[in-house]
């Protein structure tokens, strides 16, 4: 028995779950519930009804209590806590409730509290109720997950933006101060990509771009951040990093870029990369800003000794000689 109206629609999928610890009370209350489109599923007790969870989250949970709240009220609200961020409303049916109960019962988390007898049709309406507001929240949870995926990729190429790269890099400096850990921060730009775009028009750039960002992803490890800095340059946090393993991971980068053919079924073409690498002990950097700018010059001197080729700041390199500002030169090799 239900009611059809906009404002409460069958929801032939809804899932109940509904503790009743007597056999006949279970099947006298599932009844209208699954009149009215939902699919029962019934628990004897409360730690049942957790394993039931543990399996499937359903859409509504319903409680039938047949004495004074007291002890289950703690009960309602540690279902409520074990369910997370998600919204699954909880309906205690009660076959007495004082009003001073029923207060209690909301306040620890209950959803609706409804009394026997009720019309069946009251029953429908109450859970579709619910319903409505958990479809609510439901879309805000996706619409707020999605947002926050749109605000920290780059549109162009699919990786990390600048914003959620420094976000990432705080985060990770913050770490590595608490834990005297190593962290190294690699820049990256293409060589002469002026020339891909006047070669081949804009579009073929992009084309370059989306690839190189694909290759980039391959070549790091898994717990590196790969970002899109701007235009042709790209950021990289590796955590847990020495300023050698950074030199070995840019070095593999360098040397995959440089073998990779770009092609896009009209225009074919490789590029080289020029990369420099900072780490936070290394440089002795102080702050998030610091670091990036090291590893910014780093990058700087890998472009004037010639390009397609990497630098790294404050040690000696087969490729990278010291710096004049570089700290740790007294002690070099
Ligand atoms: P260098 O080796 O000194 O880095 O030379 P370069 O040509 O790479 O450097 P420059 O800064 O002169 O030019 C960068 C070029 O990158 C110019 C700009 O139009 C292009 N660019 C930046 N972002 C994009 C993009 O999203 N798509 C395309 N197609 N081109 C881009
Ligand atoms: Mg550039
Ligand atoms: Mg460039």
Redo the contacts with the bound molecule.
Sequence with gaps: MSVESPYCPMVPAAIAFLVSADAKDAAELAAPLEASGFRVRVSKDFTQLREAIREHTPDIMLVHSKKAFGAELALYTSLKAILENKFVPLVVIAETCSEEEEAMALSAGVDEVLIRPYHPLVLSARLHSLLRIKALHDELVDANARLQQISRVDP?TGLYNRRHFFERLEEEFERVKRHRDYLAVMMM???????V?DTHG?LF??FV?RRLAAVLQNTSRRIDIVARYG??EFAFILPATTIWAGASLAERIRRTVADTVFEDGEAKMKITVSLGVAEVQQGLATSVDNLVMYADKALLKA?SLG?NRLAVYGVYDRKAPIFEDDPTASTAP
């Design positions: 162009g730009d293409v060589d002469h990509f002026k020339e775009n804009h750039g992009d771009l235009g042709e472009k390009r």
